[in-house]
């Protein structure tokens, strides 16, 4: 059966929240447990929705006379052990038939599911096209960030892929819906860490941004007394997959985000590896974000996967029971945690960045519905032995 009793491994659900605001700097991104009591004492305590597509929400505080705190964060850490339970451990996809009827969307990573590098993967066009004959609808979601959803389209075009734009939602797009979801001030500035996709998407957007791709050849010269100029109108800093991040970049994002009042730090994704070609893996976006990370001393809100944001965008544009979706992809950390953060069914190919023996390791709490080789095994008759 599919409908499996499973119970979460996450000790506590992590919610990223954020605000941006002109006028009043006392406003911050921060990271809260929502299923946490401690926070219960805080003053001043307001939340503001600024769109339904977004799980994020505004947050002002002051904690000055909370005197409970720390009793109430140990009491909050007892709860989170208490109602520790371990899920159920995934299972071989025996019968993708069953799966296939049960839902009626599939969420669908690229990079390590669709291709690798720009080889497509054995099986993928047979695959999608029997999907397609079934009436599933087909959604392409990736962390990737270096080009646009224009940008992809063409890229499944060359590999003989019929997929059209509406269908893709590239973390470079979900960077510039987020600004969108909360009324980013027109008056202000995105500096972008990142590349040509993150720029199309901001101005298709209608945002003013400064940065990426051109400032990949700038280098500082330290002189004695030297000040380094920012603009002061940036409100946002984007960090996302960079083949040109230097030392520049991370001194004029660092500027921007530690000293513009309530300037804001999103990441497109924190992944640590990417598929640049198909002989190994590479360095991938979370370098670039846990650079700025660590010389702000601030955590990014991130976008992507596993983010929730993508999840409710997509729910929201298609009318989409999120019961009715399944997420496929091959990382446990971003495809299958983004599934099981939205309460959708999970499949884990071992097409890409996770293997067998990763996912059957004992210290792996992520744990998806099923597994199988890769997507081809939805095929009639090639359901195979992993």
């Known amino acids: ?34 299923n946490c009591s401690r926070f219960s004492g805080l003053k001043k305590l307001s939340y503001t929705f600024p769109n339904p597509l977004s799980n994020f929400v505004s947050v002002r505080w002051n904690r000055s006379k909370n005197t409970n705190y720390k009793a109430k964060r140990n009491n909050c850490d007892r709860s989170r052990m208490e109602n520790f339970t371990t899920r159920a451990l995934a299972e071989p996809l025996k019968n993708p038939g069953e799966l296939i009827d049960s839902v009626e969307t599939f969420i669908f990573d690229c990079d390590g599911v669709i291709w690798k590098g720009d080889k497509l993967i054995d099986g993928v066009p047979e695959t999608l096209d029997m999907l397609r004959s079934k009436g599933k609808r087909l959604v392409f979601v990736t962390n990737n960030s270096t080009k646009s959803r224009k940008q992809y389209g063409k890229k499944f075009e060359t590999l003989g892929l019929n997929v059209s734009e509406e269908e893709i939602f590239a973390s470079s797009f979900a960077a510039a819906a987020y600004l969108k979801s909360i009324n980013f001030p027109k008056d202000k500035k995105v500096y972008v860490i990142g590349e040509d996709g993150i720029l199309k998407e901001l101005e298709l957007a209608g945002f003013e941004y400064l940065g990426g791709p051109d400032d990949g050849g700038k280098k500082i010269e330290l002189k004695p007394g030297f000040l380094m100029e920012h603009d002061k109108d940036v409100g946002a800093v984007v960090v996302g997959f960079d083949r040109y991040f230097n030392y520049y970049k991370i001194q004029y994002g660092t500027l921007c985000i530690r000293e513009n009042p309530g300037c804001l730090f999103i990441a497109t994704n924190r992944d640590a590896v990417t598929h640049l070609t198909d002989a190994q893996e590479w360095a991938g976006g979370g370098s670039m974000v846990g650079a700025v990370s660590g010389s702000t001393r601030r955590e990014p809100l991130v976008v992507g996967k596993p983010s929730t944001f993508m999840m409710d965008y997509l729910a929201n544009k298609f009318g989409i029971l999120k019961s009715q979706i399944c997420m496929v992809g091959d990382r446990l950390d971003t495809d299958i945690l983004f599934g099981q953060n939205g309460g959708c069914k999970t499949l884990l190919v071992l097409s890409g960045v996770t293997t067998l023996p990763m996912l059957q390791n004992p210290n792996n709490s992520i744990q998806p519905d099923f597994y199988t080789n890769k997507i081809s095994d939805f095929l009639p008759l090639k359901a195979a032995t992993v």
């Open 1 to 34: 059966m599919l409908s499996r009793t499973t119970a979460s491994a996450t000790a506590s659900a992590s919610l990223s929240v954020s605000s941006l605001s002109s006028t009043n700097p006392s406003r911050f991104l921060s990271h809260l447990s929502p």
